[in-house]
């Protein structure tokens, strides 16, 4: 029956989520115990939004086999859309104790202890996530911010170079350059970089305040 799964998987990724259901909940019928096909159940039914249906569906595939790791993540990653990143974080430490050990669950285990402010614990996952997908644009600047969050000024820099070197329209990675310039009293590129990312996107007010102070702190030079 892996093929049901598989074909599912396809239509789902192409955004047919109608078909994907058929072919999952024929997965279901024809393998009751195995929990793959409630995994990719509940998947479809959080990209629809139907979130309480999607947490039974996890919750049965736990039932059945207590170490399905994908399970416990895609649990974790709706309590992670809600908000609720205690119960985000236990469930990404399950499902990598329980053996998952890809980019995506290091990364969202270290955002969910960067919104418990807890940078310190967040710093090694938001790290490994960066290391194992070197292009990925989103963990490197993250781990920028964890690195910046902790006072490590030049790691964090050099995390924000390499996010504009990846991505070269992004405001965020300008912004926090320029406060790490500005806290170097390096006056001149800090106000390059605001300016920068204020022409990337004008309504950055961060941005824009930064400027300002750059512009007055040159003025009375």
Do not use: W
């Not at 793959?36 to 959080?46: E, K, Q, R, T």
């Not at 430490?93 to 969202?108: I, P, R, S, T, Y």
């Not at 170079?161 to 800090?190: F, M, R, S, W």
Request: a negative charge; proline letters at 3%.
């Amino acid at each position: 029956m892996e093929d049901k799964n598989r074909l599912g998987i396809q239509y789902m990724q192409q955004g047919n989520y109608e078909e994907a259901v058929k072919c999952f909940n024929e997965a279901i019928e024809a393998n009751p115990n195995d929990p793959v096909g409630y995994i990719n159940f509940g998947n479809v039914l959080a990209a629809v939004g139907e979130e309480e249906k999607a947490l039974k569906f996890f919750q049965k595939a736990i039932e059945l086999d207590e170490n399905a790791a994908a399970a416990y993540y895609s649990t974790g990653s709706i309590y992670y859309n809600r908000g609720q990143f205690m119960q985000a974080k236990d469930m990404f430490e399950k499902a990598m104790k329980k053996g998952l050990n890809d980019a995506d669950v290091f990364f969202m285990l270290g955002m969910s202890l960067m919104y418990l402010e807890q940078p310190k614990l967040a710093l090694p996952y938001l790290q490994r996530a960066a290391e194992l997908n070197e292009n990925d644009v989103e963990a490197i600047f993250q781990f920028g911010l964890c690195l910046a969050q902790l006072e490590f000024v030049d790691e964090a820099m050099k995390q924000f170079h390499k996010t504009i070197e990846l991505d070269e329209n992004h405001p965020d990675a300008y912004y926090n350059l320029g406060v790490a310039y500005a806290y170097k009293d390096d006056v001149q590129t800090a106000l390059s970089m605001f300016t920068k990312a204020l022409d990337i996107q004008p309504d950055h007010l961060l941005a824009g305040h930064g400027k300002k102070l750059m512009e007055k702190a040159l003025k009375q030079h």
